[in-house]
């Protein structure tokens, strides 16, 4: 799987958006950029992923770039309860998840 | 909306003894999974599991651990002697089949501690 590179911890101010960013510039055709979370030691907790077009679900929003080489998560309206470590994965879908340090997001009122 | 569950939630087991942790992954998934992740590190990924047998495993995943699906629900991981180093928070995971694009879901974890 390819690498990720993303950022070791941002902020967030509470009912702002968050954008967190992650580079995988040897991602290859067929891989997905996976995004997770996990909030204080429980499950890793799947949120989006997406191949090429940009992705929305009701968790969150998935900007992709054309090159496929980095994306951005976006919270549109973060809350204290996600503050949480984010991890963006690249994973071809067969085979298992390969998770990094991820981003420590820190939501404050 | 289904979820993977896992027991117990924590259990403290003395070096040296065996320990099953126990798994019900969403109905209707194909593929099992066990990861864990020592306190501060990074979840790493154990064995995959798929139509009864491994068909991944890291090499975390020595002679001291096994996988079974005894029944139709549950997925368990033994490990038959403890160690130390063995106390982690292991995570079931579970998805629906292998293809493209397939996503993996996690339980709330099983918190090991061995004194």
């Known amino acids: 799987d390819a690498k990720t590179t993303q950022p070791p911890s941002m902020d967030c101010a509470e009912g702002r958006a968050a954008n967190l960013p992650c580079n995988h510039s040897?991602?290859?055709?067929?891989?997905?950029v996976y995004w997770y979370r996990q909030i204080h030691s429980q499950g890793p907790q799947y949120i989006i992923h997406?191949?090429?077009n940009n992705e929305t679900n009701e968790m969150a929003s998935l900007i992709i770039t054309e090159d496929r080489k980095s994306s951005t998560l976006i919270l549109p309206h973060a809350t204290l309860r996600d503050t949480a470590v984010y991890y963006c994965i690249v994973n071809s879908g067969y085979s298992t998840l390969t998770f990094g340090k991820g981003t420590m997001l820190l939501v404050s009122p | 909306e289904p979820e993977v569950t896992q027991t117990p939630s924590h259990q403290v087991t003395q070096m040296g003894q065996e320990v099953i942790l126990r798994c019900v992954p969403i109905?209707?998934?194909?593929?099992f999974y066990w990861y864990r992740q020592i306190l501060g590190q990074k979840v790493e990924f154990l064995v995959s599991f798929y139509n009864n047998e491994i068909s991944e495993k890291s090499e975390i995943f020595d002679d001291q651990f096994s996988v079974e699906r005894p029944d139709g629900s549950n997925f368990t991981l033994k490990i038959r002697s403890t160690k130390l180093e063995d106390s982690a928070m292991y995570f079931c995971a579970s998805s629906p089949d292998g293809t493209h694009g397939n996503t993996i879901y996690f339980g709330e974890g099983s918190w090991l501690t061995v004194v």
């Open positions: 040897t991602i290859s055709g067929n891989e997905y």
């Open positions: 997406g191949l090429k």
């Open positions: 109905s209707n998934h194909l593929y």
